[in-house]
């Protein structure tokens, strides 16, 4: 059985860091590409950062304040959120990604907010 599951969600003040983590099971982790996307309040989901092996990118409104990392002994993928904006905030989703199937997470919700 597939299973993504994320953490590390919460309140932090504008300015502040989290760490979002997926933990994920059921399928062959280091064949995948990893991704993290994000849902605003009516908004559609988007892409914000993706990683296969050494190679990583991430979306323009992210780029020097996240970092996407993955360890595939642990089958886990990070998101290391720093300098966060209340424009930031959103439920965001662990992503696992191939040729031939994708698998989602529930999502964890961050809210930055003074």
């Known amino acids: 059985q597939v299973q993504l599951v994320e953490s590390g969600g919460g309140l932090v003040q504008p300015g502040g860091s989290l760490r979002l983590s997926c933990v994920a099971s059921?399928?062959?982790?280091?064949?995948?590409?990893m991704k993290w996307y994000r849902q605003a309040p009516e908004k559609e989901r988007e892409l914000v950062a993706g990683?296969?092996?050494?190679?990583?990118n991430y979306a323009d409104s992210v780029k020097g304040r996240f970092t996407i990392s993955r360890d595939n002994a642990k089958n886990m993928v990070y998101l290391q959120m720093n300098s966060l904006k209340p424009e930031d905030t959103a439920v965001y989703y662990c992503?696992?990604?191939?040729?031939?199937?994708?698998?989602w997470g529930k999502g964890t919700l961050v809210t930055v907010s003074s």
């Open positions: 992503m696992a990604d191939s040729r031939y199937s994708h698998y």
């Open positions: 059921g399928f062959t982790f280091s064949s995948y590409v």
């Open positions: 990683i296969i092996g050494s190679f990583t």
